[in-house]
């Protein structure tokens, strides 16, 4: 049929551009009050008591504290740290004490506003420098909320057997995912004493483990469905079992529907945001330019609770090599305890952090040994047979190589990169370029330009023995009209899920698209997929949804005693004997795959999804300001499945990533948000938009949906090393720490004495 | 909330004039509504002066320009009387907010909402700019340089209402410049503004008024700066040595959007910018 590598128009677009779509806020049922938190407005310390104003009259509303909730007072997600109401201790500002509803939103704000929390104010740990140097513990023993270690070949060693040795530490900051909708939750009391949700999420089923932990009642009581959703690039992961949890024992309490919608600022102050980071790199390196030993230390901020931490932490591990080929690695690091809001999961999930330091660390590395820094990518590029840090070696489907030279050839990067050269050149190491270099040419008056290259790649699906164990089921339903229904729990956000499922479906199945649909993500009428995250729908579940096909098919022709015959005449001769029928199967990993998680060692991750992005910048001499004129973007997504929706995650995500790699920054004072709205958390235009050209490369992975790999999270991966090290190829001056502001970019210059006058 | 939509500007200044109705003046709202909303609370009522047609008018005469207050800053970038004399008015609108809040906001909200980092005062206080404050029993002139008493503070009265904003025409051996750094490319609060217009003959400085944005708790002129250029041939020497009066003359702080220090050398360079090329065009 050719519906797989066609530009479908998204399923869900006409509902969304005539407004007829029902977010959650859109939603009203009858008899539904408003619900809110109050909340801490310390980072650490003890509730002494709760003090309700008696100048508000409290019968109008319904109030519940920790003593209401039915179950356990947990939020469950990899651990069960994390309190609903805070029980004794505060571990972070905007922690909910009490919770209330009313009757409307006002009466329910004004009701908050009335009372009051006495506290016992303790010394807050904020950095990740105190935290580790356990100023005070506030987490386990040590304040580490997850450790690992990855240990190949002999780092030591390494470093005697090399020319050169290069350091660097690199930081990144947190990010907001900005999603256009905040999030919402309703609940109302269900059957049986149950509760029903709908609400802005994109992991139902993680929601229904929470709750059933929470609420103390076994999942056929619940059911938890997805409204519209507008955007959630992680934030909407784990964060909505919170909500979902207040209004479910606010519903409860209330016996009514209660809606809980955040405004931006709350939204901004509570919810989860990406790790900031500190990746140490050492580095040993031959004159060759060949990598010998990588010593690689990295550390997150995970906030005051563990939530994805282990994950995010694990998943950065797995990136912080980069796409090189080195016989001695080592990894060690941790996550670490702060009285922050805990951070979570964000487009990337941790890779993009250990990617930002390993290439602009490898920039750093070319210029010690005076190298180009495409040729010192070239030469150490991974390719099929290559061994990486788990020691997983590389059969198939490795299209980096491909993305570097198309990326390279299609900007004119060595070219460009030669012709530049710094403005300011300081006496201090690495930051001269070499003698190698030709005299620039002359620059445009008040402004110096330069080009910078990253290679990086990011791993499609859970990590390790994560699909394994959970074992993502689909299916598919033959419907009595002939129609098929996709039914998952992988929900769409604005990524195009359920365009891309039925896509796969249709080709399958060889039935035009418009015979597809897709189920509403429903527990109480989808299977359990696996949550909608780590770039694994379309390569996992869209794999799924191919056996359920050949299944199908297979049924099909055995009812019918012939296997020929299209699909229309089986089906309906099917349908005409037996029924509607449906097919739903689990996914089965890889074949070959090994993964342990004592050791770390082994298959990290199934397929890799690979990119190399180019950015060339020109920053003004007089204000520092960066304007990122041009990325190119070369991508290996195994085979697209819908160009045009592959290029707007390229698109969209590239853009993401240089917000956070030029402007997106959290800030904070002794743990409170001080950008809470976006008049000051900024965040990228159209106008901020470069030119953005697109190279898709496809080296199909045997084991994906007709070759499919993940592309929702690599974009995220290589704009902020290209970007700082297009910065360093025209000024001179490299930037560890992100976002490079012009502030920022000011101060180093001034350290290197910028025009000296 | 009481609202008030006035038919003229009698029937405003009246409820002004009596304490029990002097509420909030609303314009364009573009301020006003985001306050509200982050204070948490919302007066008793407000008088909307956003339709005043008095007050909507650009006005040529024979010396001056005369702005109505609640003129938004799309009239203004649409008006030819302001493009002719003082274009870079037509440059700061454009840069306030998007389209959206260009539609609605006006010059008078941005005025009197006195935030050190308004678009337009800088370049109103570059080119002498006077406002006029009524009430019921008259009216006053005020330069601009004088109307802002500290950060936020300014020289209205509960019961004056801004009417009108009087720029003098300027010869066209004046040229002007105005420059916004921002946090973005649109959309974006300025970090420094600077508006300079100058007479320069030969390479020498006859005249200048140099004014910015967001490097002091107001919009602020730099007389030491103009001082020390009058007078002067642009040479480099000249440059460097104003740059260094500038620095030394404005009070940036670090905040959320930037430090003192960058804003402090931004502005120094935004002003070597504009004497370079006014050098060149005259
Ligand atoms: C998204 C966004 C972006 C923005 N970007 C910019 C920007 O880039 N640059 C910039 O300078 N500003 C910006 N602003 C601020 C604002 O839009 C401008 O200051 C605008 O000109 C205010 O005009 P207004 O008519 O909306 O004022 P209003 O909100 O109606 O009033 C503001 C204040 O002035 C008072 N007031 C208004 N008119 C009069 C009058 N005639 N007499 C006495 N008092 C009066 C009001 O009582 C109030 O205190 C932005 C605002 C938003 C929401």
Redesign the interface.
């Known amino acids: 049929m050719g519906v797989v590598g066609q530009n479908a128009v998204r399923l869900d677009g006409r509902e969304k551009v005539t407004g007829r779509a029902l977010y959650v806020d859109d939603i009203v049922m009858p008899g539904m009050w408003h619900g809110v938190a109050v909340r801490t407005t310390i980072p650490s310390g003890k509730v002494l008591s709760v003090v309700f104003d008696p100048r508000f009259n409290w019968k109008k509303v319904v109030v519940a504290d920790r003593h209401d909730i039915p179950g356990r007072n947990v939020v469950t997600m990899i651990e069960e740290d994390m309190p609903l109401l805070v029980h004794d201790e505060i571990r972070h500002i905007g922690e909910a004490i009490v919770l209330i509803a009313a009757p409307t939103k006002k009466m329910a704000e004004d009701a908050r506003r009335h009372v009051e929390i006495r506290y016992e104010e303790w010394q807050p740990v904020l950095t990740i420098e105190d935290s580790k140097a356990k100023k005070r513990v506030i987490h386990g023993s040590d304040n580490v909320i997850s450790r690992y270690k990855i240990d190949k070949g002999d780092v030591s060693a390494g470093f005697k057997d090399s020319d050169a040795i290069v350091e660097g530490v690199y930081r990144t900051g947190a990010q907001e995912q900005a999603y256009i909708e905040p999030q919402g939750i309703i609940a109302s009391p269900g059957k049986g004493g149950g509760v029903d949700l709908v609400g802005s999420m994109q992991c139902p089923f993680y929601i229904l483990k929470a709750l059933e932990r929470l609420l103390g009642m076994s999942e056929t009581k619940l059911s938890v469905k997805q409204a519209t959703v507008g955007g959630a690039f992680g934030g909407k992961e784990d964060y909505p079992s919170v909500l979902a949890g207040y209004a479910s024992v606010l519903a409860l309490k209330a016996k009514r529907p209660v809606k809980m919608i955040y405004d931006r600022n709350e939204d901004m102050n509570v919810t989860t945001k990406r790790h900031p980071s500190v990746v140490r790199h050492r580095t040993g390196v031959k004159k060759n330019g060949m990598l010998v030993a990588m010593d690689i230390g990295i550390e997150l901020d995970a906030g005051a609770y563990t939530t994805l931490t282990p994950v995010v932490l694990s998943r950065g591990f797995l990136h912080s090599a980069g796409p090189y080929r080195c016989p001695n690695v080592r990894i060690a690091g941790a996550a670490f305890a702060t009285n922050a809001p805990p951070n979570g999961a964000f487009r990337g999930f941790g890779a993009p952090q250990t990617l930002f330091a390993v290439e602009a660390h490898m920039d750093k590395i070319a210029e010690e040994i005076g190298m180009s820094p495409l040729e010192l990518r070239r030469i150490n590029c991974l390719k099929v047979g290559d061994e990486m840090a788990t020691g997983q070696i590389l059969k198939e489907s490795v299209g980096a190589l491909e993305c570097l030279e198309k990326a390279a050839a299609a900007s004119g990067f060595e070219r460009k990169w030669r012709a530049s050269l710094p403005l300011c050149k300081g006496e201090s190491e690495g930051i001269e370029v070499r003698s190698t270099l030709p005299d620039p040419p002359l620059q445009r008056e008040g402004t110096v330009r330069g080009i910078g290259i990253s290679l990086f790649m990011h791993g499609g699906g859970f990590t390790g023995s994560g699909e394994a164990k959970m074992k993502g089921k689909a299916g598919i339903r033959l419907e009595r009209d002939g129609k098929l229904t996709v039914l998952t729990g992988c929900t769409e956000m604005g990524q195009g899920a359920h365009t891309v499922l039925p896509q796969i479906v249709a080709e399958c199945l060889g039935v035009p698209l418009s015979c597809v649909r897709v189920e509403t993500p429903d527990t109480s009428k989808v299977p359990d997929s696996g949550p909608t995250v780590a770039s694994r729908v379309t390569m996992v579940i869209g794999k799924v949804l191919c056996v359920c096909a050949e299944e199908m098919k297979r049924r099909l022709s055995e009812a019918a005693g012939r296997d020929h015959g299209d699909f229309r005449s089986l089906a309906g001769s099917f349908l005409k004997k037996r029924g509607p029928l449906t097919i739903i199967e689990a996914y089965e990993p890889t074949p070959g795959i090994h993964w342990d998680d004592t050791t770390y060692h082994g298959d990290a991750y199934a397929a890799y999804s690979w990119g190399c992005d180019v950015a060339e910048v020109e920053v003004d001499k007089d204000t520092f300001e960066i304007k990122v004129e041009r990325m190119y973007m070369a991508h290996d997504v195994g085979r697209a499945v819908n160009p045009q929706m592959v290029e707007g995650q390229i698109e969209g995500g590239t853009l993401q990533a240089l917000g956070w790699a030029l402007m997106e920054d959290n800030r904070y004072d002794g743990g409170k948000l001080l950008n809470n709205r976006f008049q000051t958390y900024i965040i990228p235009t159209t106008m901020d938009t470069p030119f953005l050209e697109l190279i898709t490369v496809e080296h199909p992975f045997s084991h994906g949906p007709l070759g499919a790999k993940g592309v929702g999270e690599l974009p995220h991966d290589g704009a902020a090393p290209a970007v700082v090290n297009a910065i360093a190829n025209a000024t001179g001056i490299r930037i560890s720490e992100i976002p490079a502001t012009p502030e920022r970019l000011f101060e180093e210059c001034k350290k290197k004495h910028f025009r000296s006058s | 909330m009481r609202y008030f939509k006035c038919e003229n500007l009698i029937e405003a200044l009246g409820l002004l004039a009596d304490p029990d109705t002097r509420f909030p003046l609303l314009a364009g709202g573009t301020d006003l509504i985001?306050q509200w909303r982050m204070g948490?609370r919302m007066p008793e009522g407000v008088i909307d002066i956003g339709a005043l047609e008095e007050i909507r008018l650009i006005i040529q005469r024979e010396n001056v320009i005369e702005i109505g207050a609640a003129v938004t800053h799309s009239m203004l970038i649409e008006s030819n009387i302001v493009r002719r004399y003082c274009p870079v008015l037509v440059d700061a609108c454009r840069t306030v907010g998007a389209v959206q809040i260009q539609n609605r906001g006006t010059i008078g909200g941005n005025i009197v909402n006195a935030s050190p980092a308004g678009d337009t005062p800088p370049v109103l206080m570059a080119f002498d700019a006077k406002v006029e404050l009524a009430n019921l029993s008259g009216r006053r002139h005020v330069p601009l340089r004088e109307f802002y008493l500290s950060y936020r503070k300014t020289a209205l009265k509960p019961d004056e209402l801004l009417t009108r904003i009087i720029i003098p025409k300027h010869g066209p051996d004046e040229k002007a410049g105005f420059y916004k750094?921002g946090?973005?490319?649109?959309?974006?609060?300025s970090k420094v503004a600077l508006c300079v217009r100058a007479k320069i003959a030969g390479g020498a400085v006859n005249d200048i008024a140099i004014a910015l944005g967001s490097v002091a708790p107001t919009a602020v002129r730099a007389p030491k700066t103009e001082a020390f250029l009058k007078g002067k041939k642009l040479d480099s020497f000249a440059v460097?040595e104003a740059k260094r009066t500038l620095a030394a003359e404005i009070a940036p702080i670090d905040d959320?959007?930037?430090?003192a220090?960058?804003r402090r050398?931004?502005a120094e360079?935004?002003l070597?910018?504009y004497l370079e090329k006014a050098s060149d065009a005259f």
């Open positions: 985001v948490g750094i946090t973005r490319k649109a959309q974006a609060i460097d959320i959007r930037s430090t220090d960058y050398f931004v360079n935004l070597a910018r």
